[in-house]
């Protein structure tokens, strides 16, 4: 950026050491951004390791624990699912938003996370209620605007400004639970004194995936039932 060519490095009395070229640079960027996005999704331990390397059965050792995980929390989703079908005999068209619902809270959640983390590995103390204050102000705004998003929609393509509220309702609710949970998962992990990269996305995401098809099917038992 900017026609930089290099950076300078100095020692702590501003003497000149030497410099880093701009190719060093962007080679450093792109491999610490790949080896944080792999932390991030738990495939490979904290220890830095040369991940194309690894033999078959290691790479499926590594993966394979929060891949169950995820079928577990699936299942468990698919049997909450099951405990409300009354609600869904009554009012069908309610199964076609379940993975609406979960999916903003857990692109909403991974946009906090990701933040968050990154805020940790750049200062390494962050103020987590002021942050967390900060980024639940930005999520109630995201939610608002995707409520009345989809009670737009809804009014226009189903003629029903009930399925509106309940939908956008439970998105905002979801919203909401999902950024704090997005914090407060590294957070403790941190205080831990654990590598908050590692797990926490496949963690949070199962937990918001729970959480929000259970707000969901309660608003929709308060409105219908």
């Known amino acids: 950026n900017n026609n930089i060519k290099s950076v300078p490095i100095v020692d702590r009395k501003n003497n000149f050491l030497g410099i880093v070229s701009n190719d060093n640079i962007m080679h450093i960027l792109d491999s610490e951004t790949k080896e944080d996005l792999l932390l991030m999704t738990g495939i490979i331990p904290h220890e830095r390791i040369q991940h194309d390397k690894l033999p078959v059965f290691k790479s499926f050792i590594h993966r394979a624990p929060w891949i169950m995980i995820g079928l577990f929390g699936g299942l468990f989703g698919a049997g909450i699912i099951s405990s409300f079908e009354s609600i869904l005999e009554k009012e069908v068209i309610l199964a076609a938003f379940i993975p609406l619902v979960a999916y903003i809270a857990n692109a909403v959640g991974a946009q906090t996370q ?83 990269a590692i797990g926490s996305g496949p963690f949070t995401t199962i937990i918001q995936d729970m959480l929000s098809i259970i707000i969901y099917f309660l608003i929709a038992s308060a409105f219908i039932l």
Not at 130 to 149: D, R, T
Request: positive net charge.
């Open 114 to 196: 990701t933040l968050y983390i990154r805020e940790l590995a750049v200062s390494h103390k962050v103020p987590v209620v002021a942050y967390g204050v900060k980024q639940l102000a930005i999520s109630v705004l995201i939610g608002i605007v995707c409520w009345i998003s989809i009670m737009g929609i809804s009014m226009i393509l189903w003629s029903s400004q009930h399925l509106g509220i309940i939908v956008g309702f439970s998105v905002f609710c979801a919203i909401i639970m999902a950024n704090i949970f997005a914090i407060l998962i590294p957070y403790i992990l941190v205080r831990l004194r654990k590598d908050p």
